[in-house]
């Protein structure tokens, strides 16, 4: 079993910055990768950022590039989204994830925290 606890959202206008932050405890060495997601009212959950445990590498939707990183603390078992240059359309309850397997969606979610971007 793994736990994730996220957090860091808040309010903040469009231009502005947040940093989300997702700790993990329990079985972290079987994690295979993390990521965030997110769900805007009346909307799908989508995928944001992805990092694979070993190796670092990472993956972003379009509509986050280049204005998102995503990074990890191997030691804190800790990943963390670095969003700059929020946009409107950035407003959503944002989900920590955690994938064991090699395939498939998360088997294990934080409880989320919300973004709400404003003009």
């Known amino acids: 079993q793994v736990q994730l606890v996220d957090f860091g959202g808040g309010s903040v206008q469009a231009g502005d910055s947040l940093r989300l932050s997702c700790l993990a405890s329990g079985r972290t060495d079987s994690i295979n990768r993390m990521g965030w997601l997110r769900q805007a009212p009346g909307k799908e959950r989508e995928i944001v950022a992805v990092?694979?445990?070993?190796?670092?590498?990472?993956y972003y939707a379009d509509s986050v590039k280049g204005r998102f990183t995503i990074s990890r603390d191997n030691a804190k078992n800790t990943v963390f989204l670095q969003m700059n240059s929020l946009k409107l359309e950035d407003t959503a309850v944002y989900y920590c994830?955690?994938?064991?397997?090699?395939?498939?969606?998360?088997?294990?979610w934080g409880q989320g925290t919300q973004v709400t971007v404003s003009s």
């Open positions: 990092i694979w445990w070993s190796g670092g590498s990472t």
């Open positions: 994830a955690a994938a064991v397997f090699v395939a498939g969606p998360p088997e294990y």
